[in-house]
């Protein structure tokens, strides 16, 4: 049996496009002293991603000649630690590779593959649906009656955002950038209302006809010009999640946009960054919901699985350019 590695030949401060990885094919690695070895059976695709390869400021980074960073979800098949036994499920960073040897420290959790399926703990229960519950409860305070905007509506993080809101009594409504996904997340993640970003004229007006008093709340993913947009439209004590910044292919220079300084003090906004990894004390609490909410069914998701490492060096351009429908995972 080989391993096969997605390396970093080339980092950049764009999107990374498929010239930036290169697949090689390698022996298995050994296990290391109190570590671990898996087999890797799913691992994500991450707007992040475009993040960890840049030379801009970032909490994370993956260097060249190193496996691609990623979250996933592998089986024992080796363990030198004493909690680990051959045949256990767990979620962590498995990197874009078949077999990974691992620090324990890079487990997130246990994975129980008989009570939800895997694609769901990669999912509802792994990065983006934790994010989606601990950015909308530890920081969005969410109050029924209240008008929450959501980027990337359609989304792994935005569909699981706009059912959480809708249970909350809140009313959601979506920003994303096809007809097809306009109607998805109506019809699946609890949108009140959707706005689809590529085509609807002037923007600014879609969006103060979605919420004629104005928005309380806005779960930012994209950033950029539609989050310019937003925030003049934010009520007095509105409140920002700064999640992500998905329309913004590069940092690198900064782009200009309106200085804030004025609307925040006028409106008195808060304005939160958010991070995941920050809050892991809190997400057996977030997955005792999401899992509660899956198993009762009304919680959706949908995945959206490639089969094979071939497609990892192109998958950060499919999602930038919106073709993925649903959470983007790659089966190795
Ligand atoms: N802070 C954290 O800890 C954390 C953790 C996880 C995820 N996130 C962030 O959450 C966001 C969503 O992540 P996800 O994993 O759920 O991805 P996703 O929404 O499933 O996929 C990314 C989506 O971004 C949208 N997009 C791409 N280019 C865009 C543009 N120019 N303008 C507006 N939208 C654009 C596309 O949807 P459309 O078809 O709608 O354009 C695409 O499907 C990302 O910003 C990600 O970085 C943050």
């Given at each position: 049996m080989r391993n096969r590695r997605v390396m970093v030949v080339k980092r950049c401060d764009?999107?990374?496009?498929?010239?930036s990885f290169e697949n090689v094919d390698d022996d298995l690695p050994l296990c290391e002293e109190l570590g671990l070895v898996v087999e890797v059976l799913l691992v994500s695709v991450d707007p992040a991603m475009r993040g960890w390869l840049?030379?801009?400021?970032?909490y994370q980074t993956v260097p060249t000649g190193s496996v691609m960073n990623s979250y996933g979800i592998g089986r024992v098949i080796?363990?030198?630690?004493?909690?680990w036994n051959i045949g256990d499920y767990l979620y962590g960073n498995?990197?874009?590779?078949?077999?990974s040897a691992m620090d324990?420290?890079?487990?997130?959790f246990r994975v129980d593959p008989d009570s939800i399926p895997l694609e769901k703990w990669m999912n509802a229960l792994g990065l983006t649906g934790l994010t989606a519950w601990l950015g909308l409860n530890l920081l969005g305070s969410p109050r029924a009656g209240e008008t929450i905007v959501v980027g990337t509506a359609a989304g792994a993080v935005g569909s699981v955002v706009g059912q959480l809101a809708r249970a909350r009594g809140m009313r959601p409504v979506g920003i994303t950038g096809t007809p097809k996904k306009c109607e998805l997340a109506s019809r699946?993640?609890?949108?009140e209302k959707m706005i689809n970003y590529r085509a609807s004229g002037d923007l600014s007006l879609a969006i103060a006809d979605a919420c004629p008093d104005g928005i309380d709340l806005f779960f930012d993913t994209v950033g950029g010009a539609i989050a310019d947009i937003v925030f003049e439209q934010l009520k007095v004590a509105g409140r920002v999640i700064q999640?992500?910044?998905?329309?913004?292919?590069?940092?690198?220079?900064p782009p200009i946009g309106p200085r804030r300084e004025r609307l925040m003090l006028v409106k008195r906004l808060r304005w939160s960054g958010f991070v995941?990894?920050?809050?892991?004390?809190?997400f057996v609490e977030a997955q005792a919901e999401l899992a509660a909410l899956i198993r009762d069914g009304s919680l959706i998701t949908r995945e959206h699985v490639l089969e094979g490492?071939?497609?990892?060096?192109s998958s950060i351009q499919m999602l930038y350019e919106g073709l993925n429908q649903g959470r983007l995972l790659i089966r190795p």
């Open positions: 764009a999107i990374p496009a498929a010239d840049s030379s801009e400021v970032n080796e363990s030198d630690h004493p909690e498995v990197g874009w590779q078949k077999f324990v420290k890079d487990v997130w699946e993640f609890g949108y999640c992500g910044t998905a329309s913004v292919s590069t940092w690198v220079p995941v990894t920050d809050h892991a004390d809190r490492l071939e497609q990892a060096p």
